[in-house]
């Protein structure tokens, strides 16, 4: 469908002067390249490859993708995925990088044919860069205005044909107009521990580790359901490894977790910490997220995307008309 010359190839040849505990190249030699190979919700993996398969055959780009999911579940990894299947480039951008209506325009105008072009958080659009996606997504073209006052004019700017994969954890944050463009709504949930499980196997052999049934387990289960954090864990696991730590043995396993403040049920330094927080400074009143904020100099938006989704998942916390609200679940726990 696409030229040769288009093609793009995530494989990457290490140079013997390279460092292979370099970040990028950790994070790339454990992504999948094929949807195949990507473990996960095998009914939103048979729609993803009948529509690659069918605009592969119509000759037409892709349909705009939008995927809402918690955070933390690869969502790059996906999007170079379906980029790779299409033989197609990924330009990827976020909302911190479109604060006005030329941002948009530069970057939409740059697009090649069959591009696919990737924004996260979507929901955190502004209203009026918004509007310039309408008929960007719809008829390729965009409306700009040029000129000013009384010479004022509006001129349309064609654009190559291109997909859109956007995600956003707040799907009601999104407009009904923008909503209603895109063809492919899918919603992701996290990993099962099976799931995981599998992933960490499969990633431990590409890092030349041998792990025991044990540590498979542990790492998956303290994954809080998230494969970025598997991949964090078993990383961890391997500098110890590197330090001559023998993980066959069971009690080495449980001192690396220990070493690293993540207790029986998955909860990290920070979770302690929130918990905590409202525990003893707040004497388990309500609290309202600012306030917590500020008392543990962590910023709101990471307490509300970081912390909060597992705690809630786990039945710690409450999030209630007069603020946030630990459970005796959480209190018993931290009581241990």
Request: charged residues 25%; proline residues 4%.
């Amino acid at each position: 469908m696409i030229e040769s010359s288009k093609k793009q190839t995530n494989s990457r040849v290490v140079t013997p002067t390279e460092n292979i505990n370099d970040k990028t190249y950790f994070s790339n030699i454990l992504r999948p390249l094929k949807l195949e190979d990507y473990v996960w919700q095998d009914s939103i993996k048979k729609h993803l490859s009948v529509s690659i398969s069918s605009s592969k055959i119509r000759w037409e780009a892709l349909d705009h993708i939008l995927f809402y999911w918690p955070p933390g579940l690869w969502k790059t990894t996906i999007s170079n995925i379906i980029a790779h299947e299409m033989q197609s480039a990924l330009k990827s951008t976020s909302w911190p990088a479109i604060d006005k209506q030329s941002d948009l325009v530069s970057i939409l105008s740059n697009l090649e044919e069959w591009d696919i072009l990737f924004i996260d958080e979507i929901h955190r659009l502004k209203p009026q860069v918004e509007e310039i996606l309408y008929t960007a997504m719809e008829d390729f073209e965009i409306d700009i205005m040029v000129w000013s006052w009384t010479w004022a004019q509006s001129v349309k700017l064609p654009l190559k044909r291109f997909s859109l994969i956007w995600a956003t954890t707040r799907l009601s944050a999104l407009s009904n107009p923008l909503r209603d463009r895109f063809w492919n709504i899918l919603k992701l949930d996290f990993y099962t521990s099976e799931e995981l499980a599998k992933i960490i196997h499969n990633n431990s052999f590409k890092l030349d580790l041998s792990l025991s049934n044990y540590a498979l387990e542990s790492i998956s289960k303290k994954s809080r359901w998230t494969p970025r954090i598997s991949n964090r864990l078993l990383k961890i696991i391997r500098d110890y490894h590197t330090i001559w730590k023998d993980l066959l043995k069971e009690e080495i396993i449980d001192e690396i977790f220990t070493d690293i403040w993540i207790d029986d049920l998955w909860l990290d330094y920070l979770d302690r910490k929130y918990l905590n927080t409202i525990m003893d400074k707040f004497a388990c009143w309500p609290v309202w997220l600012n306030t917590l904020s500020s008392a543990i100099w962590e910023e709101e938006s990471t307490l509300e995307d970081v912390v909060e989704p597992y705690l809630l998942q786990i039945g710690f916390i409450e999030r209630t008309p007069r603020g946030r609200k630990i459970t005796f679940d959480a209190i018993n726990h931290l009581k241990k």
